[in-house]
């Protein structure tokens, strides 16, 4: 399987691709990552080193793959983090030229917007560019439970009014759909919930509310579904495994007081997590 990842990179740290190319790569995937941006560092440390990036600066990168003959061998898509509008429009024409020469390339679009207590933290034009192109390009998408709210148009504080805004997204055009961070009137205060829909249809995992915040997470875990869902056609499977392997993640940066996940020393929790999840349907 080979997976054309463009999303935001650092030089420190696990966010953006530094956070999804390794663990695709653990699972035995070829990984071609584009950078739509390179800091230092992400800027949760209030202040890094780097640049943005523009459309046709992917683009480039995208025409020399395109010149060793090796495009129409990519099955799947992956973005993130984007940087700007500009940006925006040469991953979305990125995946209609993959598409052109292999129709059944699946295309997840991780719609990085904002976050429940931090609101809106990317440029203007960027909300809007996700709901209206990047989500309607998508197969898939892993929005978490802020971003679901603003692409659906729906307040979500009931499992009932998530699996509403689910169906409102995927009206959109994706097919499925991995909502993470999820915390309704349902959700026990100790746990947290990651839910996914397809076909009308909803699965839920409800793991354990861990004491850590780091950057990165969401970027993990939208790759690991993405490759998961790609490899096995089945949202529940996706979810079981993503979910597993991210706690796993989590729980060991938890326990090792880090502020970085643990992309590297926690490698093993990609391929064989120490915790399992079963998705229970709902």
Partial sequence: MNVLSIQSHVAFGHV???????PMQRLG???WPIHTVQFSNHTGYGSWKGRVF?????EELLDGIADRGVLERCNGVLSGYMGSADIGN???????RVRALNPDVLYCCDPVIGDVGRGVFVRPGIPEFMRDQAVPAADIVTPNQFELDYLSGHATETLNEVKRAVGAVQALGPKAVL???VETRETPSDALDLIAG???RFWRVR?????VSVNGAGDAIAALFFVH???????????AEASASVYGLLKRTEEAGSREILTIAAQDEFVSPTHRFQAEEV
Avoid at 229 to 239: D, K, N, P
């Fill in 16 to 22: 953006g691709n530094a956070s999804a190319v390794f």
């Fill in 29 to 31: 995937v070829e990984v």
């Fill in 54 to 58: 523009d459309g046709p600066a992917i």
């Fill in 90 to 96: 040469a991953i979305v024409s990125a995946v209609k």
């Fill in 179 to 181: 909502v993470t961070s």
């Fill in 198 to 200: 397809e076909g009308g």
């Fill in 207 to 211: 793991t354990p509310k861990l004491a």
């Fill in 229 to 239: 869902y790609a490899r096995s056609r089945s949202v529940a499977t996706a979810l």
